[in-house]
């Protein structure tokens, strides 16, 4: 489980989280929605201890990320919107030399490999060097790094742009996989037939300030407003406002 208390960051005169509040509990998919910069990205480096935050808590299953980053971060997979292939080498390769950084013996690492490998579709460029890959096939390499080392959490940015419609239903039935595994899996997307397919609970934020979390159905029922899509836009308006 994750739980973040008015978390704030700031970036020179910048306020780039300004209160942010939520818990992110195991064996469900959390949408985290929100305008361009809302603070999402912000966020999710700050909960992967990449960030150092200027206020408030995290609590990933009871680890700061702060005290012991090492730890919170074997536990955690994160796929961020700078995938860093190395272009020389072949899935294969790419997939191995991460699940050794994590400890992982060869063994593990090729039976895990294979697995994620299924999972994701990707068998037929397992032995393919990555110079030359489409989009689809550049975001499904980066996240099967991601769950190689089978993280408890997960922290996703945007993980189905430029996915054709076959990748989006292999991430999906991935990340549909993950959660009756009991994975807490916080996933930031702008796609909202995704949230409403896949998430449990949607955490939204605007101007840095958490504005909202609930069901996608609950946040409708808040808003009276019965499209998830409207509900949202009136959520994040509404915060903009004020601001």
């Known amino acids: ?16 989280l ?12 959390t949408a985290l929605l929100g305008p361009n910069g809302a603070g999402k990205t912000t966020l999710l480096r700050t909960l ?14 009871g680890v700061d990320p702060e005290k012991d980053p090492m730890a919170v971060r074997r536990s955690i997979g994160f796929l961020t919107d700078q995938f860093g292939l190395y272009e020389r080498l072949t899935t294969r390769e790419y997939l191995t030399y991460f699940g050794e950084l994590n400890g992982m013996d060869r063994a593990s690492i090729n039976r895990r490999t294979d697995e994620v490998s299924e999972l994701l579709g990707m068998e037929d460029i397992l032995a393919r060097r990555s110079k ?11 996240l099967a790094r991601t769950l190689l080392h089978r993280p408890r959490h997960l922290l996703l940015d945007e993980p189905s742009r430029g996915l054709d419609v076959m990748s989006t239903r292999a991430l999906r039935t991935a990340l549909n ?4 595994d009991g994975c807490c899996v ?3 997307t702008h796609v909202m037939q995704e949230v409403t397919a896949l998430c449990e609970d949607v955490i939204v934020i605007a101007g840095g300030h958490t504005v909202a979390q609930g069901s996608p159905d609950e946040l409708c029922r808040r808003t009276g407003i019965a499209n998830l899509e409207d509900a949202f836009v009136n959520l994040v308006g509404t915060e903009e406002g004020i601001a």
């Open 18 to 29: 300004g209160g942010v509040s939520f818990t992110a509990r195991d064996g469900q998919i």
């Open 132 to 142: 030359g890959f489409s989009q689809g096939q550049r975001i499904k390499v980066a």
């Open 186 to 188: 916080i996933m930031a």
């Open 1 to 16: 489980m994750i739980e973040v208390h008015d978390v704030r960051k700031k970036f020179g005169a910048v306020q780039a």
């Open 48 to 61: 992967v201890g990449l960030l150092k935050r200027d206020q408030g808590s995290i609590s990933i299953d």
């Open 177 to 180: 996989s993950l959660r009756a």
